[in-house]
């Protein structure tokens, strides 16, 4: 069974920082894509980023780009997304997500397995 289990989001001013991580099943860690996608109250889900298992390749969304990183630990099998100059419009549970296919998807449709998501919130 695919376990994916976030952590590390809680309250934060803007312009602040805050690290999620994601730890898996070594399995999934080896030969998944991992991805970060976000939602908001009121809003659809939005891709954030991800990163390919066999190059380290990484993608992100044009909104974060330049904030955010996503990387990984290979001897704890956990993806983390570091997240830098948060801004307000940042808030929103962030979801870790993995995806068996090459390279770097970013439609959710692409993830088979989702975590259950951490509340991210940040004040102006």
């Known amino acids: 069974q695919l376990l994916l289990v976030e952590s590390g989001g809680e309250p934060v001013q803007a312009g602040g920082s805050l690290r999620l991580s994601c730890a898996t099943t070594e399995l999934v860690f080896k030969t998944y894509a991992m991805g970060w996608f976000r939602q908001a109250p009121g809003k659809d889900r939005e891709f954030v980023g991800v990163i390919s298992r066999i190059f380290g390749q990484t993608s992100y969304a044009d909104s974060v780009k330049g904030r955010f990183t996503i990387s990984s630990d290979t001897a704890k099998n956990t993806v983390y997304l570091q997240m830098n100059n948060l801004k307000p419009e940042d808030t929103a549970v962030y979801y870790c997500?993995?995806?068996?296919?090459?390279?770097?998807?970013?439609?959710?449709?692409?993830?088979?397995?989702w975590g259950q998501g951490t509340q991210v919130t940040i004040s102006s």
């Open positions: 997500a993995a995806a068996r296919t090459g390279g770097t998807p970013s439609r959710g449709a692409d993830f088979g397995t």
